[in-house]
């Protein structure tokens, strides 16, 4: 199994990014090509005492920046990790692509390179999310902001595959996001989109989730536009912060909360843990002819690590080919209607 | 100042409606007109020793529930309370109306009977939230799910008015949720939204925000469609209960931990207080010719005093007339394009 990782993408790049590549060689028993300017590799490497055993490289001049747009990124940097690396995931050089850089420019690189399955035309962003009593797929996060109603059905098909391959979840709910349970709730979009889900008979459609159940868990899958998850996921980060900032003062008021503080200390730890996407890796794009894995634009080398030990499930599993089953199967019996 | 109010909408009815309005007649000087069943009233009363001093009773037979279909519960029970209040609110028997009831009906009830201000075809459902620095409003929060760009300009200017006037905010700072910081950003009603805001003189436009920056109070009106703003209120609502449910183990884990709690108690019960949203009173439809405020369905006592205090000061304010004005002003400008 050899996976290609984006050596120069991400904040903490290329070190967090070697960093992970080289204790996944260690735990995980992968192959990594990593992309990137093979100067800066060698003198990272060399700095930092990380092995380079189970590891080539392979040499890319210059790197996506997120200030990029993406779309002329990917057509003008030809020369990019990026861009090298998505070219050889295309050709067979490896399993599967990691990258913690620009979203929008992997979005559109692994569209016009990767190239998608039949029946998706873009790839979809989905990412796990820790919730109440277990981690959900929430999908699209961003990458398709504007959908029809047969691409959020299509989420569902891609995100159970996803739960049930990936994640061992044996039956994945699917539940797509409403301001209310009943079928005529929300936009046009959302009501067909309904009707859609409800008669696909390849996924467990639990109905429609309101927002305020999302969190919680209810469903394994949680299908919305990308405008409406990109929302959901942000503002699930931004709140987490905020309460959990108001709470530092509560402990920190005098010397009895500070002691306080230390009594439930390992708790908030576990939870803090609990609540952290690092532990379930990168956001996968769904849909593309084969795996790959965007990780956080700050990810350290734990969150690598884990995006590719995500990416090494997806190519074992061969996901994009059982989406590429599961979708037919969708369109066939549509076309019979 | 005469305080119209549905006693016979939400959970509590008609007891916590009752208790609120005659505590708002003790503390804020208003009269209450409150609507409903003589009979229940008056044994409500009786049994729980309520004084209906500053209270007259209006008789109403029926009450619209949860369940009704807004549209048609509207129409067909003429005999409801908030059919019969909005009634009296339009034929000038008192300065606003307050129900904890169906917001679906109250948004069709107060359109149909009540009407609108020039420029606005429906009202907006705004909603003062809690946030990390200042409570903020955001609206439309549920009742327009789906949203023209014009109607995203008009729900900025009528959220500023509200800010100013009645939260007291000396220029309130609006901005628009999208998907990242660009103009270019998000689905083509979010980018002519964005083009008509930025033009808006009338206004302190600041840009879009990031769903995550929502929490902090970064804006003071925070302007969406209703699809979306429901899903930011509920996912909010959501996310809390989820986070502060997950803390509760921690203190409960031991004897240590529950003296932890202890020391932290006070401090808890004033984070509990600010993210409390009934502190705020309700939800104000804006865009009404006179002040509706929709109460939250399980609205307790308090809540109702909170939302009647509300409604005083949006009629004291004459909030309608200075909407109207700044959206006239609004049209007069667009024409002149």
């Known amino acids: 199994m050899k996976i290609i990782l984006d050596a120069m993408g991400g904040d903490n790049a290329?070190?967090?990014?070697?960093?992970g590549?080289?204790?996944?060689?260690?735990?995980l028993g992968v192959?990594?090509?990593?992309?990137?300017?093979?100067?800066k590799i060698h003198a990272c490497v060399a700095e930092h005492g990380i092995s380079l055993d189970g590891m080539e490289v392979l040499h890319a001049d210059e790197a996506?920046?997120?200030?990029?747009?993406?779309?002329?990124?990917?057509?003008t940097k030809k020369n990019s990790s990026m861009v090298i690396g998505l070219r050889a995931l295309a050709e067979g050089q490896g399993d599967a692509f990691v990258s913690a850089g620009s979203t929008g420019a992997l979005h559109v690189g692994a569209s016009?390179?990767?190239r998608t399955v039949k029946g998706v035309k873009r790839p979809a962003l989905a990412s796990v999310v820790p919730g109440g009593e277990n981690p959900f797929l929430l999908m699209d996060c961003g990458a398709n902001v504007e959908c029809r109603p047969q691409m959020l059905n299509a989420f569902g098909v891609?995100?159970?595959?996803?739960?049930?391959?990936?994640?061992?979840?044996?039956?994945?709910?699917?539940?797509?996001?409403n301001n209310g349970a009943e079928e005529s709730k929300g936009t046009p979009l959302y009501q067909a989109a309904h009707q859609l889900l409800k008669a696909n008979p390849s996924i467990r459609f639990i109905g429609n989730i309101e927002p305020r159940d999302v969190p919680t868990g209810a469903a394994d899958v949680v299908v919305c536009d990308g405008f409406t998850g990109n929302v959901i996921l942000k503002l699930t980060e931004g709140l987490a912060k905020t309460l959990v900032g108001q709470l530092k003062p509560i402990f920190k008021r005098n010397l009895l909360t500070k002691l306080a503080f230390l009594a439930v200390k390992d708790g908030m730890k576990k939870f803090k843990q609990k609540m952290d996407a690092d532990e379930y890796g990168g956001a996968p794009l769904l849909g593309t002819a084969k795996p790959v894995i965007k990780a956080h634009g700050s990810s350290n080398a734990k969150a690598?690590?884990?995006?590719?030990?995500?990416?090494?499930?997806c190519a074992e599993m061969n996901l994009s080919e059982i989406m590429q089953e599961n979708l037919a199967a969708l369109q066939a019996a549509e076309s019979e209607v």
Not at 304 to 313: G, L, P, S, T, V
């Open 14 to 19: 290329p070190l967090a990014i070697l960093q």
């Open 304 to 313: 690598i690590k884990n995006a590719i030990r995500q990416a090494k499930k």
């Open 112 to 114: 016009l390179i990767v």
């Open 31 to 39: 192959q990594i090509v990593a992309v990137g300017d093979q100067k």
């Open 64 to 75: 996506i920046e997120m200030c990029d747009e993406p779309a002329k990124a990917i057509r």
């Open 158 to 177: 891609m995100g159970s595959v996803y739960m049930q391959k990936v994640m061992g979840v044996a039956q994945p709910k699917v539940a797509l996001v």
């Open 21 to 27: 590549a080289a204790d996944a060689v260690k735990e």
